[in-house]
């Protein structure tokens, strides 16, 4: 009865007020219009989204394709280059300019070769063409080696194409199929050659230098064993004639008339990704272009498959959004009588979109101040106010904030989403900059990076030294709040908009020499510009001789010298030529260890494709060694020499009784100790933690803390001279920070808080 009541009073409330049924029904339109505009708009921005994000993928991974293949190309080239062009080398002279051979000096020539070709995994042949002695000098990775002449020479196809005037292939990367005969066996591959050739008046060619590389090893450093999502990968000159190719059929073939390679070879972009249709299907192209070597990588992947995991989102999406517009108009219903509510949602949706579009025209000018693509408009002051960049005074500077251990980053608690971590970065860098009366704007520009243009009044030193202390306080705020560090580039202060691009270029710059100078470094421009323009130094092949002859001897003590050394000379050069020669050194590394090991140097524990992945995982040079130092001595140490793990023994043992004696020396240190028991510092730390479980340095202060602890329990001495019998400097913050950090308290607070307990001992025993 009661339910029949209410129905009737419903009823007469509708009679008595048609416009409520009005209000209701459009109430019920606006919100169901409202909701599927809504659901599409989230449908498509997820879809594009995903979309993004799968094509920002595809780049990364072709990035780092061109970036490993580059290095390798590029160093071969480099060497050889000197090799040829200065006659640094009097065997490879001899071989190419003799007019008559000498047995002796041809053997010599041969054992050259046979080094170089070992040097390197990528190179599967050398040859030394003389047309004077009419013969080819070879070496030819695990086949063989000799001296034939150009007649009888195994690879015909080279003779004629360095008897070819009209083709030129001198100085070049190109690509060729060669097939010879060895030992009654035809032998059929795929090689990259270089040719650097010596030809006369005539244009005839007299001398020439000819490396062979294997393409299908390059392929594998490529694609790192693994193309992942892409169905393929590739390499193709910007002429359209493919160099690499995981099909070797496909090797020489030429694309330009693939519609996806005319839109590369078309596009004015550096890299990219577009969706085009390759055998009916659609399909996800990403490339790099590397100009100095002319050459793309490419790599293709199915649509479909790609986006499989986000298709089953968006199915899901769709279903919450079904349930969503039926509940909210099950919810309308209820609550009609908010008839203001449509109208105030309306509003604020339209506030977020102005402030979003704001924002967008904010981003988008920073962007393209920092990329240097300056035009009348952005030289505008009036239209830089109305994007919401306020910039009055005349001179800026550029700040690079760079992730450290960004591995560590991904996988902790910011592995859902890096680019809040890079949001917050930019939000506590940009508030601090604007206390200390900056003008600031931050974007989010790059992989492991945020970038900030600073508006200054002018370029004195004063201001400068005023960014760096503040650069210094926005780390230490980043560390407290975010859990992470990070490093510093400073570029150099340029005057006028159309400097800050100049600026940020010298930024980045500064801030990959992090490699030199460590994690949380702030590095200013003018300290790396000179290091920066510098020419290439000379790899050092005597330190690298050494350190293999020691790996080999399994000689320790010469291995960490020659290490140590080697590094050594690598703090004076540029970010870029350490990148270089430590990657040269790994591939030397990788032949020794597998040698050594009898493992594969394609698939085992010390492959190409582990030392490289672990190289560019660590972001220092002091990582780096201790890697090599790790992998080297892993090989050198024979496991279950009771002997020596006796010797280790009674060495941590003489560290701990000379530590015991000399802890109060603030002299003391890694070095010291390490020469007192005639070890490497790097040698004498890694014994003390095997044997001890404890490094040296935590030892060292741990005895200086136990004895401190002791002095303030049993006398009334200042802090101060305590700090100084324990081996730090007088009033020394360090010491006060270290005893924190090891009791929780300071040493004022420790000595009340035992004294305390002291008296309430008393006192319970009086009572």
Request: hydrophobic share 40%; with cysteine.
């Amino acid at each position: 009865m009661k339910v029949d009541r209410a129905g009737e009073r419903l009823k007469r409330l509708f009679r008595k007020n048609p416009l409520l049924i009005k209000i209701l029904s459009s109430y019920l339109v606006i919100v169901i219009v409202l909701l599927t505009v809504f659901s599409f708009v989230l449908f498509r921005t997820y879809s594009n989204k995903s979309i993004e994000q799968v094509s920002q993928t595809s780049e990364n991974f072709i990035s780092q394709s061109y970036y490993i293949a580059d290095l390798m190309l590029i160093n071969v080239y480099y060497n050889f280059y000197q090799l040829y062009i200065n006659a640094v080398d009097s065997d490879f002279n001899y071989g190419l300019y003799v007019d008559q051979s000498d047995a002796f000096a041809d053997q010599d020539v041969l054992r050259k070769l046979r080094q170089y070709v070992k040097s390197n995994p990528l190179i599967r042949s050398i040859y030394i063409y003389n047309s004077k002695t009419d013969r080819v000098i070879f070496n030819i990775s695990e086949v063989g080696e000799g001296i034939q002449s150009t007649t009888d020479f195994l690879d015909q196809d080279i003779i004629n194409l360095l008897r070819n005037t009209e083709h030129n292939v001198s100085n070049k990367y190109f690509t060729r199929k060669v097939e010879y005969v060895i030992d009654n066996k035809t032998i059929s591959e795929n090689f990259m050659t270089l040719v650097f050739a010596n030809t006369s008046s005539h244009g005839d060619v007299e001398s020439s230098l000819v490396i062979n590389l294997n393409e299908r090893i390059l392929q594998e450093m490529v694609t790192s064993g693994s193309a992942g999502d892409l169905n393929q990968v590739l390499i193709m000159y910007k002429d359209g004639n493919v160099l690499s190719h995981d099909d070797t059929s496909m090797i020489n073939k030429n694309l330009s008339n693939e519609s996806f390679a005319k839109q590369i070879m078309l596009s004015n972009h550096e890299k990219g990704s577009f969706i085009t249709k390759i055998n009916d299907r659609e399909s996800l192209v990403s490339y790099v272009k590397a100009k100095h070597l002319g050459l793309i990588f490419i790599g293709i992947g199915e649509y479909s498959k790609l986006l499989s995991s986000a298709y089953s989102m968006q199915k899901t999406l769709l279903i919450l959004t079904i349930i969503f517009i039926l509940a909210g108009i099950v919810l309308a219903v209820f609550f009609t009588s908010s008839i203001y509510n449509p109208f105030r949602k309306l509003l604020h949706k339209y506030r977020l979109d102005s402030n979003r579009l704001l924002n967008d025209k904010k981003k988008a000018l920073v962007g393209k101040l920092l990329d240097g693509e300056i035009d009348d408009k952005i030289l505008d002051n009036d239209y830089r106010t109305e994007c919401g960049v306020s910039f009055d005074d005349p001179y800026y500077v550029t700040l690079v904030l760079k992730m450290d251990s960004l591995e560590k980053v991904l996988s902790g608690k910011w592995s859902k989403d890096v680019r809040l971590v890079k949001f917050a970065i930019l939000n506590i860098a940009s508030e601090f900059f604007r206390e200390k009366r900056f003008k600031v704007e931050g974007i989010d520009n790059g992989y492991d990076y945020v970038s900030i243009i600073i508006n200054i009044k002018d370029g004195s030193g004063e201001i400068a030294s005023r960014i760096i202390d503040s650069t210094m306080e926005i780390q230490d705020h980043i560390e407290k709040y975010l859990k992470i560090s990070v490093s510093a580039g400073i570029g150099d202060i340029v005057e006028g908009v159309e400097g800050i691009s100049q600026s940020f270029q010298h930024a980045l710059a500064a801030s990959n020499y992090r490699i030199i100078f460590g994690r949380k470094a702030v590095i200013e421009y003018g300290d790396i510009a000179e290091r920066n323009n510098k020419g290439l130094h000379d790899y050092p092949y005597d330190i690298e001789k050494r350190m293999v002859e020691a790996i080999k001897e399994r000689n320790m003590r010469k291995m960490d010298t020659s290490l140590n050394e080697f590094f050594e000379r690598l703090v004076l050069s540029s970010a870029d030529e350490i990148q270089i020669t430590v990657l040269q050194l790994a591939v030397l590394l990788t032949r020794t260890l597998s040698g050594i090991a009898k493992t594969s140097i394609e698939n085992g524990e010390y492959s190409i494709k582990v030392l490289i992945a672990e190289i560019q995982a660590c972001e220092t040079l002091e990582e780096i060694k201790t890697y090599l130092y790790s992998l080297c001595s892993k090989v050198i140490e024979t496991k279950g020499n009771d002997a020596k793990e006796n010797v280790k023994t009674m060495i941590a043992n003489k560290i701990k009784d000379y530590v015991g004696k000399h802890y109060d020396s603030m002299n003391i240190s890694t070095d010291t100790v390490a020469k007192h028991v005639e070890l490497s510092p790097n040698y004498a730390r890694s014994i003390f933690k095997e044997i001890t479980g404890v490094s040296l340095s935590d030892y060292i202060t741990q005895c200086r803390m136990s004895e401190a602890q002791k002095l303030l329990i049993e006398t009334d001495d200042p802090v101060s001279r305590i700090a100084e019998a324990v081996g730090y400097p007088e009033n020394s913050k360090h010491f006060f920070t270290v005893f924190k950090k090891h009791f929780g308290k300071t040493p004022e607070n420790y000595r009340m808080s035992i004294q305390n307990e002291g008296s309430q001992s008393k006192r319970t025993s009086n009572e």
